[in-house]
């Protein structure tokens, strides 16, 4: 089954404690991406990748990191979480980000993150 | 400033009633707009994808419109279930070389029994 994974699903951590999100699709995607969704307000880019080692930040980067080693995998890491990235994170891939392709992107179940 | 405005933010409706939802933006420039749907707790769905010189594409019962001159969109639903209630968010897609998305906030829809 096509899908995009992520893991875990819900994560409760203390400021500073460093953790990582798992993103994992199976579509061969090029692109990958990284959201967040907040109340109020509509879903934000964290970092998004056009391709193997290639990646760039999004709308809202602060606090992150990602890497992009293998095409299917497309980690989040917080080095030192705090209460402010409290929210639910969405992962989403689609074939290609290329100028005029409508290619559909697929998201993620999500991870609800909690930071105390 | 690229934006993407949705109205109404909220709705409820009888089961078996239409509902238009409506979406308005400002990005340039415009490459496509796409729906999705978004059930609680549950990573967006996409319903539609319409480029410039789409005006309108249906899914199922979903119906959505795009009028590119005043850069507003619509989504039909049509006869509706219980399981439509869900948030639906309208996305815009520019080129910068290649394409980036703005996302709208979502309308929330509850289909009441």
């Known amino acids: 089954e096509a899908q995009v994974t992520q893991n875990p699903r819900y994560l409760i951590t203390v400021t500073g404690k460093k953790l990582t999100v798992t993103c994992s699709q199976n579509?061969?995607?090029?692109?990958m991406s990284w959201y967040r969704q907040d109340p109020g307000l509509g879903l934000r880019q964290i970092y998004y990748?056009?391709?193997?080692?290639?990646?760039d930040k999004g709308d809202v980067p602060e606090g992150y990191k990602v890497s992009r080693k293998e095409k299917r995998n497309f980690p989040l890491i917080l080095e030192s979480p705090s209460p402010n990235q409290t929210s639910l994170y969405f992962c989403?891939?689609?074939?290609?980000?290329?100028?005029?392709?409508?290619?559909?992107?697929?998201f993620g179940p999500g991870t609800r993150l909690t930071v105390l | 400033k690229n934006q993407v405005e949705q109205s109404p933010q909220s709705l409820i409706i009888l089961e078996g009633k239409n509902c238009t939802l409506q979406c308005n933006y400002t990005v340039s420039p415009f490459s496509n707009l796409r729906w999705y749907k978004q059930d609680t707790g549950r990573g967006p769905v996409s319903l539609t994808i319409?480029?410039?010189?789409?005006n309108t594409k249906s899914n199922g019962r979903y119906t959505a419109t795009l009028d590119a001159d005043t850069k507003q969109s619509s989504l039909h639903i049509t006869a509706s279930q219980l399981s439509d209630s869900a948030s639906y968010i309208c996305v815009v897609s520019f080129n910068t070389g290649f394409q980036k998305l703005v996302f709208g906030t979502g309308t929330r829809l509850l289909v009441s029994p």
């Open positions: 990748s056009m391709n193997v080692e290639v990646t």
């Open positions: 579509m061969n995607h090029e692109y």
């Open positions: 989403a891939s689609s074939l290609s980000s290329s100028r005029g392709r409508t290619d559909t992107q697929y």
């Open positions: 319409m480029t410039f010189s789409e």
